[in-house]
């Protein structure tokens, strides 16, 4: 009896340990709450600028002897293109500066909880970077931190045709979104009304108004709350359960409110460490006179237009330089010359994910 006793718990505590959570993000500290000055000068900034393009790069991992790849690249541009399927509507959208593979077998089984920093080297400059493991035990995925400049992402994550969201959902969280459960470590509910004495949506939770309160009480297939919990003053929650920042059924999520997309355009226009991630809407190159490229990766990229060689500079890229372009329109004009040699390269391609 004993015996069968202890082979019940094991396996009980074996389907528990094994279960796989959204991500792992909680807020910390105190909640980043814009004023209501802030928030009307940025809306000036904001009708001006966006939509805003951010750029991404994506480093998928694979073991030392190059198998075992955390994900095909058919499924990571299915993942990316849903991704801009869902920020399109909040005039956010996307240039993917590339997709590479490192060899390395511990960061293919990435344990976040202890090897966090272990990505840090592995990050592209001037990119969101998004990093694919085979495994990310115990998760879908991470953001490290909110707001933040990379994010990791479970293979199975990005190989699953029902998981549509995952990396929508952890990319929120990069542009400063807290979850719409968010409980500020249990010491600030949120409470479900938005008026009289039991409002407090401005200060907990996702600290907006238009998401409604969430308990993270579940959601069926059919995207209905499932939970039946009530807040501090008694009030049956009614989460939105297809908001891309709750939890619930993966599938249902496709949506951000309009505060949710303020929110990230604010950070996307105030952070140090976001806003240099944005495209420019157009870029010239070279700008001081003739220039020759001969060595290094550079990235030239824009939101709307390109322009090589405009005027009297002239670029040439030659020898080891490997450069990319990349906006809705690149034009070369006379007086381009590339002729990289062995190890060089030029890429020079439109940006399919801005409209």
């Known amino acids: 009896m004993k015996k ?21 993000m909680h807020a910390t500290g105190k909640p980043i709450i814009f004023s209501q000055k802030q928030k009307d000068s940025l809306k000036l900034t904001n009708a001006i600028n966006a939509p805003y393009t951010v750029k ?6 694979a073991d030392d002897n190059g198998t075992n790849r955390g994900a095909t690249d058919a499924d990571i541009l299915r993942q990316v293109q849903n991704m801009v399927n869902q920020y399109q509507p909040q005039n956010i959208c996307f240039i993917l500066g590339g997709i590479r593979q490192v ?24 990119f969101l970077n998004i990093f694919i493991h085979r495994s990310l035990p115990g998760l879908n995925g991470t953001a490290y931190g909110i707001p933040n400049t990379y994010l990791s992402l479970s293979g199975g994550a990005i190989a699953s045709l029902d998981n549509t969201s995952t990396l929508g959902h952890e990319m929120g969280h990069c542009l400063g979104l807290y979850h719409t459960f968010e409980t500020w470590q249990g010491t600030n509910p949120e409470n479900v009304d ?11 939770g996702d600290v907006l108004c238009d998401t409604p309160a969430d308990d993270d009480g579940g959601v069926d297939i059919n995207c209905n709350y499932i939970g039946g919990g009530t807040d501090a003053c008694n ?19 496709s949506v951000f409110t309009t505060d949710q997309r ?6 996307l226009t105030t952070d140090n460490s976001l ?16 220039y020759t490229v001969s060595s290094g990766t550079s990235y030239t990229l824009a939101r709307e237009m390109v322009y090589v060689s405009e005027g009297n500079a002239n670029l040439t890229v030659n020898g080891t330089a490997q450069q990319f ?3 809705k329109k690149v034009s070369l004009k006379s007086g381009t010359k590339f002729s990289p040699a062995a190890g060089g390269k030029v890429s020079v391609k439109s940006n399919p994910y801005c409209n």
């Open 275 to 290: 806003s240099p991630l944005v495209a420019h809407d157009i870029l010239y190159t070279p700008v001081f006179g003739n």
């Open 194 to 204: 938005r008026s009289g004495n039991c409002l407090n949506c401005s200060t907990a």
């Open 56 to 61: 991404i790069f994506v480093t998928v991992f």
């Open 4 to 24: 069968l006793l202890l082979l019940l718990l094991t396996l009980v505590y074996t389907h528990v340990s094994a279960q796989t959570i959204e991500c792992d």
């Open 325 to 327: 372009f990349q906006a």
């Open 262 to 267: 303020d929110r990230m355009h604010a950070f």
């Open 235 to 253: 009030v049956s929650y009614a989460p939105m359960t297809i908001n891309m920042m709750g939890y619930g059924h993966r599938p249902c999520r």
């Open 103 to 126: 060899n390395n077998s511990d960061l293919n089984d990435h344990v976040k909880a202890d090897e966090a920093a272990e990505v840090l080297p592995y990050r592209v400059s001037g």
